[in-house]
């Protein structure tokens, strides 16, 4: 079972930046695929951004396009959320989550099967 924890959440202006973690429990990068979403208290959960366990294929929301990349540290088993240029409408809960279809950066929730528990983003205007 995989198991993931998110860190790096936090308070930030608009304009700043965060680094968010998500750490896994085994080795993740090449095996699955990973995935952050968020959800903002009484919205629905809405995907952020996705890279494949092969070739490291990358898929953003186009609300987070030029601001947000995703990278990976696989000695760490840890993915990264580098969140750039933030807004107050990035405000959310942001979860990570991993799908075994190990070739497709997904924007689709329901392809991942393990989650984290979230870690808060609050950007204030």
């Known amino acids: 079972q995989v198991q993931l924890v998110e860190s790096g959440g936090g308070l930030v202006q608009a304009g700043g930046s965060l680094r968010l973690s998500c750490a896994a429990n085994?080795?993740?990068?090449?095996?699955?695929?990973l995935g952050w979403f968020r959800q903002d208290s009484g919205k629905e959960r809405e995907f952020v951004a996705a890279?494949?366990?092969?070739?490291?294929?990358?898929l953003f929301a186009d609300s987070v396009k030029g601001r947000f990349t995703i990278s990976g540290d696989d000695a760490k088993n840890t993915i990264y959320l580098q969140m750039n240029n933030l807004k107050p409408e990035d405000t959310a809960v942001y979860y990570c989550?991993?799908?075994?279809?190990?070739?497709?950066?997904?924007?689709?929730?329901?392809?991942?099967?393990?989650w984290g528990q979230g870690t808060q983003v609050t950007v204030s205007s």
């Open positions: 989550a991993s799908s075994p279809r190990r070739y497709t950066a997904s924007g689709d929730s329901t392809e991942y099967t393990y």
């Open positions: 890279i494949s366990a092969i070739g490291g294929r990358t």
């Open positions: 085994i080795r993740t990068l090449g095996s699955y695929s």
